[in-house]
């Protein structure tokens, strides 16, 4: 074998063959050791470009052609998208254009070298930077989620606390009871012993007479039967009843508390790490607040006017309007109840307590009314007011607006049956709360707050549960422009609140605190009134003008 074509050969210069030539001629394709250099450069015939043997090209490891063995790819063929080599080119390739395979060979390191500049002093320093954010994240994560752990447990003590300050109250109660009883039965036990004493003795008495035979004795006898006759009252104790309250999971829950839902925020990284677009930057589009829900059912009501609607379940719902029917449909619109008021007078509001039962105001007679087993009681009679709106709290307790006769004065009162337990009328510095006008639809929240869309100052107005001043909401800021008119008013599991704004064909949704959420929109929907929320978390709308309850999920 020829040892020039050995692979076990070393490399040796074309003209002398002495081994290893350190330099070589570009254009002519030959190795040349330094004592060729010259001879080489005399052929005039021909340009010659002489380079030391490592920069030459025959230091690449070219791609060997598929068709000419051992033959390296010298050349790229742009029609084929292949590389070729210089024998291809009048063969395979006769007509085609061609590219030196270098020049695609040293682009792509120069755009290996940006590449690897980039990788090294901005990608890779920013991707230590969000692994050390992520950390930080981790670390804030256990120490956030750590405090609501504690919140929980510390609201869970509480509760402990108070349920075990109710059950020593009521021990007391009982034991109170119990002692007062049990000295009722002392005392009379004590008479009675005292009266069988008598009574022996008397019995003694007797016989020694009769045993005596003595006559002036026996004519002095006077009998005390006629005093024995006379048994003392017998006291019957009657024992106290417990009745405790159908524990109620979800309601339970909701007096407890519950937990915001927060969405899990992306941040978009700046794209100018990459190099391509350093010189622009970027505006975030402003996200409108609001959300388009279809409809999940549209009832007809045969009002002309619809007022209030509220729900026995979620699959029927008690409405109110410009009539003095109240009347009870199922979600396919077809009417299962009528009932008329007690007084013929059309309801203000109405609502549906905790047992199902329906309550109702009327107005004109400053009354309300509750409606079991289909006969109407009255339950609360005002004097100098009159009653507005109504809801039922998760106490069992009612809340009702209402106004003065003199329509100067306007409160919200908490009762117990017929028992007034609370009135919320001033804030702190003795300003009124809620204006003097009509429909202020009222609500209780699951943290206690009582809320209140109060129309005539178009505004809601939210305090807690000792009636303190929380806030106001006025509508979204950003439609400081546009009036704003609060009717119905609801809550749902989250806390959130729901208010309709009637004129403007619109719902807002705001958290507990007051912040703005999003509207809600809806085709079918044109003068939202009263609201209320079933528990599968659909709102229910009763819509002014159109005469229908929309019945929509908007989560």
């Not at 039965?185 to 005292?194: D, P, R, S, V, Y």
């Not at 969405?263 to 700046?270: A, F, Q, V």
């Not at 009681?377 to 009653?387: A, M, N, P, T």
């Amino acid at each position: 074998m020829d040892p020039r074509f050995s692979a076990q050969d070393v490399l040796r210069c074309d003209l002398c063959e002495t081994p290893v030539p350190p330099m070589y001629c570009d254009f002519c394709h030959v190795k040349l050791c330094k004592a060729c250099v010259g001879e080489h450069l005399f052929d005039l015939s021909k340009e010659h470009k002489i380079v030391p043997f490592k920069q030459s090209e025959s230091a690449y490891n070219y791609p060997k052609c598929a068709t000419h063995i051992n033959k390296p790819c010298e050349l790229h063929c742009k029609k084929c998208n292949i590389p070729v080599c210089s024998f291809c080119v009048s063969d395979k390739h006769n007509g085609h254009t061609f590219r030196n395979i270098l020049q695609d060979f040293n682009a792509k390191k120069e755009e290996m070298k940006k590449d690897l500049q980039e990788l090294k002093k901005y990608l890779l320093p920013k991707y230590e930077e969000i692994g050390s954010e992520i950390d930080v994240e981790k670390s804030n994560l256990d120490r956030e989620y750590g405090k609501l752990i504690t919140a929980v447990v510390k609201k869970g003590e509480d509760w402990h606390r108070e349920i075990n300050n109710i059950v020593k109250k009521l021990k007391s109660e009982i034991d109170e009871m119990k002692s007062r009883q049990l000295a009722l039965l002392l005392k009379q036990e004590n008479t009675i012993k005292h009266k069988c004493l008598e009574v022996r003795q008397s019995i003694l008495d007797l016989k020694k007479m009769l045993d005596l035979n003595d006559v002036s004795l026996t004519s002095g006898y006077k009998s005390h039967n006629e005093e024995f006759r006379k048994l003392p009252f017998t006291v019957k104790v009657s024992l106290p009843c417990f009745s405790p309250q159908v524990i109620k999971t979800e309601q339970l829950r909701q007096m407890f508390g519950s937990l915001s839902v927060l969405p899990i925020s992306s941040k978009e990284h700046d794209d100018t790490l990459k190099m391509i677009k350093s010189s622009q930057s970027s505006v975030c589009p402003e996200v409108k607040p609001e959300l388009t829900i279809q409809t999940k059912a549209l009832i007809p009501t045969d009002f002309l006017n619809l007022y209030s609607v509220s729900c026995l379940s979620d699959e029927e719902i008690w409405t109110c309007g410009d009539d003095k029917i109240m009347k009870l449909y199922n979600l396919q619109g077809k009417l299962l109840k009528s009932i008329q008021t007690k007084s013929g007078n059309i309801p203000g509001d109405i609502a549906v307590t905790r047992s199902g039962d329906l309550v109702y105001t009327d107005p004109k007679t400053k009354t309300v009314n509750i409606v079991k087993n289909g006969e109407i009681r009255e339950v609360i009679r005002l004097r100098g007011w009159d009653s507005c709106n109504i809801c039922s709290t998760y106490s069992g307790d009612l809340l009702v607006t209402m106004n003065s006769d003199d329509k100067e004065h306007s409160k919200v009162v908490r009762y117990f049956g017929s028992i007034e337990k609370q009135s919320i009328q001033f804030a702190d510095i003795g300003q009124p709360l809620y204006s003097c006008g009509p429909n202020k639809y009222v609500s209780e929240n699951g943290n206690l707050d009582i809320c209140v869309a109060d129309y005539g100052a178009s505004a809601v107005v939210v305090v807690n549960q000792a009636g303190k001043l929380r806030f106001r909401y006025t509508s979204y800021p950003k439609c400081s422009g546009t009036s704003f008119y609060p009717l119905g008013i609801t809550t749902d599991s989250q806390n959130q609140i729901l208010i309709s704004d009637c004129l403007n064909h619109q719902i807002h949704l705001i958290d507990q605190d007051g912040q703005f959420l999003r509207f809600i929109f809806n085709e079918d929907l044109y003068n939202p009134y009263g609201l209320c929320v079933d528990t599968k978390e659909n709102i229910l709308v009763a819509d002014w003008k159109g005469k229908s309850v929309l019945k929509m999920k908007y989560k």
